[in-house]
């Protein structure tokens, strides 16, 4: 069972048993369902100008406030650091790059899939529990990786079209303006071609495919997500004993209900293992710039996070 022994987390005395990683997980995902049917009903009855906030209309506050960030997180600025070292080889495999093909359907099914996940992660005690600074640690490590398991939950698919980047030859013969002294969006390194990697959209795919072809219950998507949000590699936790032992256990959980469940199935369990290392391959850059930008634009996309996590 796990402890909050060595952090000073909220709750820290008088644990039940009933906030247990698998309590907290399974309750977290039924009381995401139940949130969602509820709000649904009550947007039925609202009216048009009452409803909740959506993705979108969060954009003016977040664009306001912007502005006054000095700069991306230092999370990021590595992911991004390393995509400039791959986008600098000269080889044309790495011009090949594509983009939504029906971004306002795609965008809008992953804008759904982002607050049925944040409203998931909101209700686990467990995350509840933890310093806020490792809260806010933890969703900027995990909020891509949860947004694709969502996505292969609710089995969103999408098509891409290729874009070619055009040679530096094809800018000057064609007229071209050259892309460095194009404006710079916020996640996007000066320089950098529209759309994202053939490559890095196949590793999403490839995912995708993987979680289907497994046909995971709705219980193994829930310690999936656990396993995912705590995540002890993040550098600077106050309680990453405690993080340490909720992923143990969500580890843990799966197995059993694996065992349990699937026991004619010896390696169902090494298959989902296998699924969550791909997840760790997507970069969350990759997973802004595919299904956020169309959307949010030149917005940091941890500043729409913040604001629709906190409320800020």
């Not at 656990?226 to 256990?249: K, M, T, W």
Request: hydrophobic share 35%; aromatic share 6%; proline share 5%.
């Amino acid at each position: 069972m796990a402890t909050l022994e060595g952090c000073r987390c909220r709750g820290a005395s008088g644990r039940s048993n009933n906030t247990s990683i698998l309590y907290s997980i399974l309750k977290s995902d039924s009381l995401a369902a139940a949130e969602e049917q509820q709000q649904q009903q009550q947007q039925q009855q609202q009216p048009r100008q009452q409803q909740p906030r959506t993705l979108q209309q969060l954009l003016h506050k977040t664009t306001s406030t912007s502005s006054t960030i000095a700069g991306p997180p230092a999370s990021l600025q590595e992911l991004r650091q390393q995509q400039q070292q791959q986008q600098a080889c000269s080889c044309g495999s790495t011009r090949r790059r594509g983009i939504l093909r029906s971004p306002q359907v795609t965008c809008k099914a992953a804008s759904a899939v982002l607050v049925k996940t944040l409203r998931f992660v909101k209700n686990v005690p467990c995350f509840r529990e933890l310093p806020e600074d490792d809260q806010l640690m933890l969703i900027r490590s995990g909020w891509a990786p949860l947004l694709v398991l969502g996505l292969a939950q609710d089995r969103v698919d999408f098509e891409t079209t290729e874009t070619v980047e055009p040679s530096m030859l094809q800018r000057i013969l064609t007229g071209l303006p050259d892309r460095q002294s194009e404006p710079v969006l916020a996640g996007q390194s000066r320089g950098a071609a529209p759309g994202v990697s053939i490559a890095d959209i196949e590793a999403i795919k490839a995912f995708l495919k993987k979680c289907w072809s497994v046909d995971i219950s709705t219980k193994e998507y829930a310690y999936l997500k656990g396993a995912v949000l705590f995540n002890p590699d993040v550098e600077g936790l106050r309680c990453l004993h405690y993080i340490q032992s909720l992923r143990r256990e969500a580890h843990q959980a799966l197995n059993e209900h694996v065992r349990l469940i699937h026991s004619e199935d010896t390696t169902r369990f090494a298959k989902l293992l296998i699924a969550l290392s791909m997840l760790r391959t997507i970069s969350p850059l990759v997973v802004a710039q595919l299904f956020f930008r169309p959307v949010i634009g030149s917005v940091n996309i941890e500043d729409v996070l913040m604001e629709m996590f906190y409320g800020k």
